[in-house]
């Protein structure tokens, strides 16, 4: 197919970022992407979802700016599809549709009681720390020694570690002044982590696991009747040098650490949670374990089980598996393809990876696109000449200059406060600087 190639990526986090890049980078390929975000900040769950004192993985968003201010790319931010846009109008007006708009819901454990006050989603506490426009800063309550953390990856550990950090380590991070000053004050004492497997089973990465090696106020403890490994487990072990490696930082992790630390941050396993208890308040989760029953203290708790994409009108939907039924990336509706449809990052193939797996997720989602322009799959459809009209009745639509205020907006109000970059988290405030709406 000849002629200009028009795209419109659904979702700025890093896996639409990373389509962004590859049809910029593709050869000879005349392109023009819009890119809309519901947001009015871009890089998704790198800005709000990757843990703030992961500054090197964060500092990603310096090459997704290089993507973005391609002059062959337009950025529509605060632009809801389904709400201020559907996407059949996307559908309509571009070549192509690539939907990367993540995972934003929570799976649930089951249990009685969950619904007790005091038990969150994972991504309360995730969204609150990082400053997330949909957030509250009073959308927590720190009343209790004890914190539950259900959940053996490494979302579960940045909800321990989080919580366990000093105030001088927490300004040395992005987040608000409102968590500074929240967790300076928390009564937090102890953050147990409770994986239901064994320790060879759990989900976190030896790199996640050496960080709590360096916490500045708090120290690891782990169960010696918890950590013994079963022959499944020895088995494993000795077949993978990287599990095995893994065993040798958690002993290491139980044997050091300040004694005198003020927090302690409990690993767990073998723990299968059975009920939360408490009478309208959670007081404390009751688990099932090799040895009996285990009652834990805890008047906070935090589910980090994994997350769920959300269906989006008019897009074919697997409940089972969350996702989006798709052929490398190309929508599937029934046995057929849905013409110049895409998904790519966790709608594809589930929350699992870590960044730099939307990479390669992204390239294989483009290089089918290519295959359909090429092949004249797609193309063609007599659309208008180009796009503006989409969002021309939208209100409050944040371009790229918008987000580079709110970007020096946010250094700003860093250096006032005699720290880096702090978030701004109020949408209303974003919404301001972006629109330049100040007196």
């Known amino acids: 197919m000849s002629g200009r190639l028009e795209v419109a990526v659904v979702g700025s986090g890093p896996s639409g970022a990373y389509c962004v890049g590859e049809l910029c980078e593709t ?9 809309f975000e519901r947001l009015p900040t871009p890089f998704g769950l790198v800005r709000y979802g990757v843990a703030p004192d992961h500054e090197k993985i964060k500092s990603i968003t310096s090459s997704f700016d290089e993507i973005f201010e391609d002059p062959k790319v337009r950025f529509f931010g605060n632009v809801r599809i389904g709400a201020d846009i559907t996407l059949e109008q996307l559908r309509h007006r571009y070549d192509a549709v690539i939907l990367a708009h993540g995972a934003r819901s929570d799976r649930t454990l089951g249990v009685p009681g969950e619904g007790l006050e005091g038990i969150h989603p994972a991504r309360a506490l995730v969204d609150w720390y990082s400053g997330h426009p949909d957030g509250r800063p009073d959308a927590l309550r720190f009343t209790t020694k004890g914190v539950v953390v259900v959940g053996a990856g490494n979302v579960a550990l940045d909800v321990a570690r989080m919580l366990c950090r000093t105030p001088e380590e927490l300004r040395r991070t992005d987040v608000p002044e409102y968590v500074v000053k929240a967790l300076a004050v928390s009564p937090v004492t102890d953050v147990h982590v409770l994986a239901r497997r064994g320790p060879a089973f759990a989900k976190y990465t030896n790199k996640e696991l050496l960080e709590l090696a360096h916490m500045e106020d708090a120290r690891v403890v782990l169960e010696p009747a918890e950590f013994e490994l079963d022959a499944e487990q020895e088995a494993l072990v000795d077949a993978n040098p990287q599990m095995r490696r893994r065993i040798e930082i958690l002993k290491e992790l139980g044997e050091s650490g300040r004694p005198d630390a003020s927090r302690r941050i409990h690993l767990r396993f073998g723990l299968a949670p059975e009920a939360f208890l408490g009478d309208g308040q959670v007081a404390g989760v009751r688990c099932t374990s090799p040895r009996g029953v285990v009652d834990i203290d805890a008047g906070l708790v935090f589910r980090s089980i994994g997350f769920r994409s959300d269906p989006l009108e008019g897009v074919p939907f697997d409940p089972r598996t969350a996702t989006v039924p798709n052929e490398r990336g190309r929508v599937l509706d029934g046995s057929d ?41 797609i193309g063609g459809a007599g659309r208008p000449p180009h796009i503006p009209d989409v969002v021309a009745d939208v209100s409050g639509v944040v371009d790229w200059a918008g987000w580079r205020a709110i970007d020096n907006a946010e250094v700003a109000y860093g250096e006032a406060l005699d720290r880096g970059r702090v978030k701004i988290h109020n949408r209303a405030r974003l919404l301001e600087l972006a629109l330049r709406t100040e007196p």
Do not use: F, H, Q
């Not at 050869?27 to 890119?35: F, P």
């Not at 696109?369 to 004249?376: A, F, I, P, Q, V």
């Open 27 to 35: 050869a000879g390929l005349d392109v023009r992407i819009d890119v």
């Open 337 to 377: 393809t849905a013409r110049g449809l895409y998904v790519t990052g966790w709608v594809k193939r589930g929350p699992n990876g870590v960044i730099g797996t939307n990479r390669r997720c992204a390239m294989e989602t483009v290089e089918a696109l290519l295959e359909d322009w090429r092949s004249g799959g």
